[in-house]
């Protein structure tokens, strides 16, 4: 059984849930004073929750090579070239210098299937909101901040650029299609997902960061080939866009539920029907956390129930990496 929502208009559904249904580009754009305290540094530690103890590192900037010069006492005995010291008669070191800044892509989805939210806001908003904190937070790093945004109408690609200008551009596309979702779109796009994720294969090829902000919805065989593909010469970060009422039917009796397609009438307090439903959810997660594993990708939960800068910060903020620094006798980058 897919997850399927209470049939209401977009205003109903909000006003009943409690939830925020739309976000402004100005609320996006204040939230640059609130993008703080986490990083996508090279060498961050990044603890993927939804994987259990599972844990990988962004690789961060590429480097570019300078030059080959003679080693010296003190240097690094990982940089000597084997193959020049042998050819030369003595021992040599390739010098590297660490690009001024790498592009850095978010897949943002404002599909059909993120306009829905029972507490603090919608998927869609939750994503909105990380991708502000996140492009907020790479610009004032240096790198330069590009975007796929895609939702049941349009995909639109963003080249990345640096300082404000790029965040402003990233931003207001997202705030476009985030105000889009109140006009109904019918059936949503299948395959925007993989769409997204081939978009992003040409824009960047190699040395960048690729954050995928969805709740996966529509991930099948292509979905996987797409990330590999992407992984192989990029670091790839997954934002995993929940709702607590995902994980498990509620208990609330009779009640209609609706997809975009179908519709139907059940008993929410049926116990075989609650069961096999948070079933389907666990053995789905289950999944999503195979890829990560096999793929080497983080893949960081974010609820809508709570404030996604909190989020972020306790995914991967400094207290997280000098925790995990901590532990293994090493100190935070």
């Known amino acids: 059984m897919a997850l399927m929502r209470e049939r209401a208009g977009p205003g109903e559904r909000n006003k009943a849930a409690g939830a925020r249904a739309f976000v402004t580009i100005d609320e996006?754009?204040?939230?640059?004073?609130?993008?703080?305290?986490?990083?996508?540094?090279?060498r961050q530690p990044v603890h993927s929750l939804l994987a259990g103890r599972h844990a990988s590192r962004l690789r961060g900037r590429g480097l570019n090579f300078e030059e080959l010069r003679h080693y010296f006492e003190g240097d690094d005995t990982r940089t000597i070239d084997w193959l020049a010291t042998a050819r030369l008669g003595s021992p040599h070191v390739r010098v590297y210098s660490e690009e001024r800044d790498r592009p850095v892509l978010l897949l943002v989805d404002q599909r059909s299937t993120?306009?829905?939210?029972?507490?603090?806001?919608?998927?869609?908003?939750?994503a909105a909101e990380v991708a502000a904190l996140a492009a907020w937070r790479v610009t004032s790093l240096g790198d330069r901040v590009g975007a796929v945004?895609?939702?049941?109408?349009?995909?639109?690609?963003?080249?990345?650029?640096?300082?404000?200008?790029?965040?402003?551009?990233?931003?207001?596309?997202?705030?476009?299609?985030?105000?889009a979702l109140a006009k109904p779109a019918g059936a949503g796009a299948a395959d925007r997902l993989n769409e997204a994720l081939a978009a992003a294969a040409r824009m960047v090829a190699h040395d960048g960061l690729i954050c995928l902000i969805s709740d996966v919805d529509g991930e099948n065989?292509?979905?996987?080939?797409?990330?590999?593909?992407?992984?192989?010469?990029?670091?790839?970060?997954?934002?995993?866009?929940?709702?607590?009422?995902?994980?498990?039917?509620?208990?609330?009796?009779?009640?209609?539920?609706?997809s975009e397609s179908a519709q139907i009438e059940i008993d929410a307090s049926a116990p075989a029907l609650r069961k096999g439903f948070a079933g389907e959810r666990a053995e789905w997660r289950a999944r999503l956390a195979q890829l990560s594993r096999s793929r080497a990708i983080?893949?960081?939960?974010?609820?809508?129930?709570?404030?996604?800068?909190?989020?972020?910060?306790?995914?991967?903020?400094?207290?997280?990496?000098?925790?995990?620094?901590?532990?293994?006798g090493r100190s935070a980058p």
């Open 298 to 328: 983080p893949v960081l939960p974010i609820s809508t129930a709570r404030g996604v800068a909190d989020q972020l910060r306790e995914l991967i903020g400094k207290r997280r990496a000098q925790q995990v620094a901590g532990a293994s």
């Open 28 to 42: 996006l754009l204040r939230l640059k004073h609130r993008a703080r305290g986490f990083s996508f540094l090279p």
């Open 114 to 126: 993120m306009f829905f939210g029972s507490q603090r806001a919608m998927k869609s908003v939750v």
């Open 221 to 258: 065989d292509e979905t996987a080939r797409l990330v590999t593909r992407l992984s192989a010469h990029n670091d790839v970060l997954a934002i995993f866009v929940h709702d607590p009422l995902e994980q498990e039917l509620p208990d609330i009796g009779q009640a209609t539920f609706s």
């Open 149 to 179: 945004v895609f939702g049941d109408r349009d995909l639109v690609a963003i080249k990345p650029q640096a300082r404000d200008q790029g965040v402003v551009r990233v931003l207001s596309e997202v705030a476009r299609q985030n105000a």
